[in-house]
C-alpha cells in the first residue's frame, strides 16, 4: 500500500483538454488515485461555480479556487483572502473611462459592471461554461470578492499594475486579466490544505499547464507540466508529461511512481 499523497490538478489545459472535455484517461485515473487511498485535489482560477459539474463527476471535494484566494477542504471553507474593496473601486472607476470593462467575482456569483461588452463575452465564451456576468455595478458593495476580471488588450494592463500595489495582474486571455489580492496564488492555498491534512512536502503532488501555476510548480516539491503548457511552466516544474491531448495526465501520474 502507498503511503497517502495529495495530488493538485489544475482544470483548462490540464484536467480539460482545449475543447473543455475531460478525457476518459484521465477520469480513470483520478478514480484509481482514490482506489490506491490518495486525495485527489483541484488548483485552479475558476470560481467554485464555474467547476461545480466536474467535482460532481470525479467526486473531488476539496479545492483550491481563484488561484488560492478561497480554499476548501472536504466541503469546508478553510481559508479566505479577499481583494481590498476601496482599492477596487478606485481601479473600477479608472477602467471605465478605459472602456475597460470589470466583473466582480464572490464564491457565488459573478457580475459585470457594464451591461454588454464584446470583450468579456469573447473571453467568457472560451471557457464553455454555461454561467455568464449579468450586469450589476454595484455587486462588489457589501460582500467579499476573491477575484475581479478586468478585459484590456495585452499590454494595457501595465498602467493598473504601476498603480494598484494592493493586487496582482495575470492575464488568461489576449483580452482579460485576473486581478488578484497582492501575494496570493495557487501554492498558498496548497500549503494551506496540506498543514490541515498534515501532509509531508515529498508526499504533495501538482499538475498545471498555465502562467497562474508557474509559482504553484515552482513551490511544490513533485510538479508536474503538461506537454501542451508554456514554456515558462515547464521550466518551473520539476517533471513534463504528455499534452493533455496525448493522455498526459496518466502519463504524468506513472512518470512519478503514483499509478
Known sequence: MQ????????????????KKELPISTK?????????????AIATG??????????????IHTYVSYNGQYVVLNGEVIYTNPLNINTLEKLTEEALQNDHPVVFMDHEDMKANVPDHPYIKESIETLKISHFPTHDPHYYKG????????FCPVGEE?????????????RWHPVSVDILPKGGSKAKGIERIAKELGVSPERIYAFGDGLNDVEMLSTVQNSVAMGNGEELVKEAA??????????????????????
Open 46 to 59: 475558476r470560481a467554485p461555480f464555474m467547476f461545480e459539474d466536474l467535482r460532481k463527476e470525479l467526486d
Open 238 to 259: 520539476k517533471f513534463v508529461t504528455k499534452s493533455v491531448e496525448e493522455d498526459g495526465i496518466r502519463h504524468g501520474l506513472e512518470m512519478v511512481g503514483l499509478l
Open 3 to 18: 503511503e497517502q499523497s495529495v495530488i493538485f490538478f489544475d482544470i483548462d489545459g490540464t484536467l480539460l483538454n482545449s
Open 28 to 40: 480513470e485515473s483520478i478514480f484509481k488515485l482514490k482506489e490506491l487511498g490518495h486525495v485527489v
Open 158 to 170: 501595465k498602467q493598473y499594475e504601476q498603480k494598484y500595489d494592493d493586487f496582482d495582474f495575470v
Open 143 to 150: 460582500r467579499e470578492l476573491y477575484q475581479s476580471l478586468l
